[in-house]
């Protein structure tokens, strides 16, 4: 008896060294494991860290890149608002100019005509457009698309080269201002006066650009030309001319 407890003694010792060993080797194990996951968790932590700081760099940099872009605008705003301040002051100082002219020459009829036509002819490649919308903070740049997006979408007309459009005369409430549209070529100022009918209805309209005097001729000879019409005749201004005639065949539209 003593000896089988004995063996039993050493099986039982040497399964529990066995045991023993076996959950060593595996906390060995298990904590090489935990070692390695923790340097791994601790080098993305750095990394983290370290974009984290980056990134507040570069929100830094961008807050200061928009705050010199709001500076910009605003230094462009006032440089576009101020230069059509300065346009409108050199045309009222035109037109006042164009009246001292003409009092000062009314003994001087002819001479009076060659300066009302040299002002004409400077302004031979300008059209005025009426009735398209003016946005409040409009600037050159959205004055002259709206232009082009006219001459494109309403008059199908293309390649159309603009020197410069701007709005004209002072803000009067949420009245759209005439807008001046300084063409470089005459041939493109044709081709859109010719287009103009198809505005009609549209609450735009394409005029030629005149000096005060000649805009003044004009307004008096429409109601004539009206009543012309009105009595079956042919009648169309051409610059400050009223030009009358008897249809031969058929009346044109108008």
Known sequence: MNMV????QEMFIKQQNDILKIISGNLKLTNDRID???????????????LEKENGKLKAEFKILCERMK?????????????????????????????????????????????RQLEDRLRRNNLRIDGI??????????????????????????????ERAHRTGKKDGNKSRTIVVIL?????????LHAANKLKG????????????????????????????????????IYDKLIVKEFKNKQPSY
Do not use: P
């Open 36 to 50: 390695i996951l923790l340097k791994e968790a601790n080098n993305s932590k750095e990394k983290c860290d370290l």
């Open 71 to 115: 500076i910009l605008e605003n230094v462009n705003k006032n440089i576009e608002e101020s230069l059509t301040v300065t346009q409108d002051i050199q045309e009222k100082k035109v037109t006042e100019l164009e009246k001292k002219i003409n009092i000062k020459n009314s003994l001087n009829g002819g001479e009076n005509i060659k300066l």
């Open 184 to 192: 470089l070529h005459y041939k493109d100022k044709v081709k859109a």
């Open 202 to 237: 549209s609450g735009m309209y394409i005029n030629e650009d005149f000096s005060f005097e000649t805009n003044e001729i004009r307004k008096k000879l429409v109601d004539e030309m009206k009543l012309h019409r009105k009595n079956g005749k042919y009648s169309i201004i």
């Open 5 to 8: 407890r004995k063996i039993f």
């Open 133 to 162: 919308t003016e946005n409040e903070n409009e600037n050159w740049d959205d004055t002259e698309k709206k232009v082009i997006s006219l001459f494109e979408n309403n008059l199908s007309l293309s390649n159309i080269n603009i």
